[in-house]
């Protein structure tokens, strides 16, 4: 088992920046891809970014290659999101997940429905 709890997030004005945190802790993470999702009001959630454990490659969605950057620190067992350039379309509830790696030869590019672990979620509000 993998428990997540993510923080950081809150109201923001347009063209600010956030950075949100994810906590893990249980099993090992060593062979887990971890990534950010985000889902707005009445949207699916959708895919933003993730990075592998062991050697810390990323990917990224195309929506948010440039502003969102994605990082971990191994000895905290902490998944950072740092967001800049907030514009108002990036309100929504944001989500950490974790998933085992597929395929190691593959960018760690995760699918929602192949999340076994997610957390509760932080809620990130743009003011225009």
């Known amino acids: 088992q993998v428990q997540l709890e993510e923080s950081g997030g809150g109201l923001v004005q347009a063209g600010g920046s956030l950075r949100l945190s994810c906590a893990a802790s249980?099993?090992?993470?060593?062979?887990?891809?971890m990534g950010w999702f985000r889902q707005a009001p009445g949207k699916e959630r959708e895919f933003v970014a993730a990075?592998?454990?062991?050697?810390?490659?990323?990917d990224y969605a195309d929506s948010t290659k440039g502003r969102f950057t994605i990082s971990r620190d191994s000895a905290k067992r902490m998944v950072y999101l740092q967001i800049d350039s907030l514009k108002a379309e990036d309100t929504a509830v944001f989500y950490c997940?974790?998933?085992?790696?597929?395929?190691?030869?593959?960018?760690?590019?995760?699918?929602?429905?192949?999340?076994?672990?997610w957390g509760p979620g932080t809620q990130v509000t743009v003011s225009s």
């Open positions: 997940a974790a998933r085992p790696v597929q395929n190691y030869g593959l960018a760690p590019r995760i699918r929602s429905t192949d999340v076994p672990y």
């Open positions: 249980g099993r090992t993470l060593n062979n887990y891809d």
């Open positions: 990075i592998r454990w062991n050697g810390g490659s990323t």
